[in-house]
């Protein structure tokens, strides 16, 4: 059974700085890319980074770009996503999820079959 289950949320100011991390397990972790995503109250679920394998390919939104940053570890089966200069707009549900294959770099949620629960992120001004 694939699992994914992150960790690492919570209420900080803005400028601050949070470390999450997506622990996978019940799958071959090598295989497949890894995105992170977030949810704000009634707003569409946004993708913020990916990360391949075969090359540690990322990709990032435009939002996030500069201040975000995506990494794994194959032997932990880990993927981490730095967050720095955090924004009260960056307050949402944070999800990890394992792509439907590690050959394409992505954000687009179509593109993922299995997430986690979330963990949330609550920025203050």
């Known amino acids: 059974e694939v699992q994914l289950v992150e960790s690492g949320g919570g209420l900080v100011q803005a400028g601050d700085s949070l470390r999450l991390s997506c622990e996978a397990s019940?799958?071959?972790?090598?295989?497949?890319?890894i995105g992170w995503f977030r949810q704000a109250p009634g707003k569409e679920r946004e993708g913020v980074s990916c990360?391949?394998?075969?090359?540690?390919?990322?990709t990032y939104a435009d939002s996030v770009k500069g201040r975000f940053t995506i990494s794994r570890d194959n032997a932990k089966k880990t993927v981490n996503l730095q967050m720095d200069s955090l924004k009260p707009e960056d307050t949402a549900v944070y999800s990890c999820?394992?792509?439907?294959?590690?050959?394409?770099?992505?954000?687009?949620?179509?593109?993922?079959?299995?997430w986690g629960q979330g963990t949330q992120v609550t920025i203050s001004s």
């Open positions: 990360i391949i394998t075969s090359d540690n390919a990322t």
């Open positions: 019940g799958f071959t972790f090598d295989d497949y890319a």
């Open positions: 999820a394992q792509s439907l294959t590690d050959l394409l770099v992505t954000t687009s949620p179509t593109d993922y079959g299995s």
